[in-house]
């Protein structure tokens, strides 16, 4: 079955500079990549996905690649501000309402 | 409306008590699943319906029963549980069609088992 490994766990960068979490999935077969924030004492929220039919996709702050050939998908936040301390998770799936494998998450912090 | 609701917040239960959690969504999603998420950890799948009909179910044990009573409900019934499932339990929705949709999730209710 499909595996998504998630790297780093916890990230901490100075307001302002730019945050990258990465991740890598083992099924060819997926190809719908999403990433969800959850924020203390909430569910998980959709910031961004990406199809395999697409190599890029960028959202104002946020930017997703994914490299079908190597299997990874990396997440990227620019110009951070506070609001994005969070626990984002990377996810990977290959149909409609099919199971969404998710990473383990990585915990990022905004320093002031 | 955007939101998928969850009631309650917050649950306490016994180990011989029979509880239900609750979803709502009405967003027009034909797909609903339920998650559990442990401390620090990810979601995990347990259960997904499709047009109401059950679809997955990820060998959860018998004492977590699903039910689907229509297009914007979802239960999930509960009966003698074990401290182990103490966990945020997740809703979350979809759209069903030939290309994939992403899945909106609700806020969780906490459960505690003593």
């Known amino acids: 079955g499909e595996n998504v490994e998630q790297h780093p766990s916890t990230l901490s960068v100075q307001e302002g500079d730019s945050a990258v979490i990465k991740c890598t999935y083992s099924d060819s077969a997926s190809n719908y990549f999403p990433w969800y924030k959850q924020e203390l004492g909430k569910g998980p929220q959709l910031i961004i996905d990406i199809r395999s039919n697409v190599g890029e996709k960028k959202d104002q702050r946020i930017a997703v690649t994914l490299n079908k050939t190597a299997k990874h998908f990396s997440l990227h936040i620019t110009e951070t501000q506070p609001e994005d301390s969070a626990v984002y998770f990377c996810?990977?799936?290959?149909?409609?309402?099919?199971?969404?494998?998710f990473g383990s998450g990585t915990r990022l912090s905004i320093r002031p | 409306d955007t939101e998928v609701t969850q009631t309650p917040k917050h649950l306490v239960m016994g180990m011989t008590n029979k509880k239900s959690l609750k979803c709502e969504q009405h967003m027009g999603h034909r797909a609903m699943y339920w998650y559990k998420q442990k401390a620090k950890k990810p979601p995990e799948l347990m259960f997904v319906y499709s047009y109401e009909k059950l679809s997955i179910n990820e060998s959860v044990p018998s004492r977590f029963s699903p039910e689907c009573p229509n297009s914007s409900l979802l239960n999930l019934h509960l009966h003698a549980l074990q401290p182990e499932d103490s966990a945020l339990y997740l809703c979350?929705?979809?759209?069903?069609?030939?290309?994939?949709?992403?899945?909106?999730f609700g806020p969780g209710t906490r459960l505690t088992v003593l």
């Open positions: 979350a929705s979809s759209h069903l069609g030939t290309s994939l949709n992403e899945q909106f």
């Open positions: 996810a990977a799936a290959y149909s409609s309402a099919s199971k969404i494998i």
